[in-house]
């Protein structure tokens, strides 16, 4: 699948720190054409048309937690749910859909047809899926008294085949439910996707389709109305998410969190880390939690009234100020929280304590550009020891004698290919598959460049080496001899002495950081990205004692487990009790 942005750019806003915003701005000037309508009108039905469910997104929720994400959002039965307006976006089977109709019904009392009709709405892209939906409703109208005539009435006005990004409907709904698809961008055509993202501000980055859905729905909702979705809840930490959490910040709150991660809450095994949110138009500051609940309709229909506030639950936590801009949202369910929060008001950042975080080399064809010395026939020069995370599984380096190649001077500027003639005959042989990738076809001139500027200094600079994707914190010191792979993030420091940072990384303070603002990955995997890393909190080195900093190193030196643990502690004043939250499970 083509990239739709280029890896260099997507790993220049991943390491810097630029506004949302102005991130837009410059995607939108640097790849206009992926924020430009398009000249005919993309039509997502016929693209939808015959599609496979996988493609389409489409999970289905079981009827235990549809009902109970039913319950959170307050449409239930008692509720006068007649005079209250509710949206499915994407309707699906009727997942939610049934049992939604099902207390309307019971609500109905001598409701005439008329105010009825106008109580549902449920847009679906697949019209097979809608006529799925449309059969297991009705029987569920004509049990409660409707003829023929009334029933297709009904489900006429409720159910509409259409595309819910661009179809234009009403506001002022009072309830939206439901599960959004699944889809990544850049597995839509490239037109439907323009369009979209010129709708829907949410379609940042990397963003998956969910999020876009979340914004519209949000914009349909009336005063004091509620969203209540489960769908994966990356975009709550993740960069892509930006945008959604700064709309949220400003017109709505987040009343309700149930996190549903391992929970069997789809008919389907699905690998994503699902959530429940509720999200009101209105202001507010508490937010109440839970997590990983189990799924019987009993447990979550005594849930939802402890999550509602009707009654006290042993499993449900209330938080304060959980929405802030467009930071990331963090869910204390260890918690570990409190002590992420006093960290953040009274240290640094790992930055501001003068420590650089960065990563390693991406090529866009790493199979021509990396290589055995021998493979390389270019000059010395030319070319750099590589080390990967295979390089270092074992918590040290044992190098396997990769190089890549360097198109670039001391400077930062591209080469003269004259001046170089064992290079420009090596890269000339593979031209054909150098100019194919996204950063040559910018940089027509420059066809030769990796996606990133290698900056050849790096390579004999002291550096702390973490793979991105790990279940604990590896970090390994790396005293000056290579240059890091795209897979390697680094941390450089001319001011805190590395083995003592090391220590600090690999402690239980940097991955509570971590796996406060990480999303989840499959087998509770955490990123230990540059956006994250910088995160963690951290004292400049010269306030440190110098019989602290002498114990952080012996403990490094010594590879000592209960030193570094007890140099820690002390780093951090952390009490006992400070020690043990940060030792839970997350």
């Known amino acids: 699948m083509e990239e739709l942005f280029t890896p260099s750019l997507k790993a220049r806003f991943t390491r810097d720190h630029i506004p949302i915003n102005l991130m837009l701005i410059l995607m939108a000037a640097v790849q206009p054409e992926l924020f430009l309508v398009p000249n005919h009108m993309p039509d997502a039905l016929l693209h939808f048309a015959g599609s496979s469910p996988e493609s389409r997104g489409a999970i289905h929720t079981r009827r235990e937690v549809a009902e109970f994400t039913l319950d959170l959002a307050g449409w239930q039965t008692g509720g006068d749910l007649t005079s209250m307006r ?62 023929d005539k009334k029933t297709q009435h009904l489900l006429n006005a409720w159910l509409i085949h259409a595309d819910f990004l661009t179809f234009q409907l009403p506001s002022h709904f009072t309830h939206i439910v439901g599960n959004p698809p699944y889809i990544r961008l850049e597995a839509l055509p490239k037109d439907l996707l323009r369009l979209y993202r010129s709708l829907w501000r949410s379609l940042f980055d990397r963003a998956d389709l969910y999020v876009a859905f979340i914004e519209k729905s949000l914009t349909l909702l009336a ?203 090596y890269v000339e042989h593979h031209r054909t598959v150098i100019e194919k990738r996204n950063v040559a076809e910018r940089n027509p001139k420059g066809w030769f460049r990796t996606i990133d500027r290698i900056h050849s200094q790096l390579t004999a600079t002291p550096k702390l080496l973490i793979p991105d994707i790990k279940g604990t914190a590896h970090v390994v010191f790396e005293s000056g001899q290579y240059y890091p792979h795209h897979n390697l993030y680094f941390v450089t420091s001319r001011h805190w002495s590395l083995d003592a940072l090391r220590i600090v990384l690999r402690s239980r303070v940097a991955f509570a950081f971590i796996a406060a603002y990480c999303p989840r990955m499959r087998g509770d995997f955490l990123r230990f990205q540059a956006q994250y890393l910088r995160r963690i909190r951290l004292p400049l080195w010269t306030k440190v004692d110098v019989n602290l900093r002498r114990k952080l190193t012996e403990a490094a030196a010594n590879e000592d487990s209960a030193l570094a643990d007890e140099a820690v502690q002390e780093l951090y004043k952390f009490n006992k009790s400070d020690w043990v939250t940060l030792a839970k499970p997350s």
């Open 86 to 147: 509710l949206l499915e976006p994407s309707a699906g089977h009727g997942d939610f859909l049934e049992p939604a109709v099902k207390r309307l019904l019971a609500d109905k009392k001598s409701c005439g047809i008329d105010k009825l009709e106008n109580c549902i709405r449920a847009v679906e892209v697949d019209e097979k899926s809608l006529f799925i939906c449309r059969e297991r409703l009705e029987p569920i109208i004509r049990a409660n008294g409707f003829d």
């Open 223 to 425: 005063p004091e109305g509620k969203l209540g979705f489960i769908c994966a809840d990356r975009w709550m930490k993740n960069r892509y998410g930006g945008p959604l959490r700064e709309i949220i910040a400003s017109q709505f709150h987040l009343d309700t969190y149930v996190d549903f991660t391992n929970c069997p809450a789809f008919h389907d095994e699905v690998s994503a880390y699902p959530a429940v949110t509720i999200i009101r138009r209105g202001i507010g500051t508490k937010t109440r939690t839970a997590f990983r609940p189990e799924i019987s309709s009993t447990s979550l229909n005594e849930l939802a009234r402890g999550l509602s506030g009707i009654v006290k639950h042993p499993n449900v936590k209330t938080f304060n100020s959980i929405i802030k801009g467009n930071r990331p949202w963090i869910f204390d369910n260890d918690g570990s929280l409190e002590i992420i929060r006093r960290l953040e008001n009274t240290l640094p950042t790992l930055e501001e304590a003068q420590c650089r975080v960065g990563i390693g080399v991406a090529t866009g064809a790493d199979a021509i550009f990396i290589g055995r010395e021998e493979d390389l026939d270019v000059e010395p020069e030319r070319k750099l020891p590589l080390v990967t995370t295979k390089d270092i599984q074992s918590g040290s380096i044992s190098w396997k004698g990769l190089w890549v190649l360097n198109p670039f001077n001391d400077n930062g500027s591209l080469i003269n290919l004259n001046d170089y003639p064992r290079f420009k005959k």
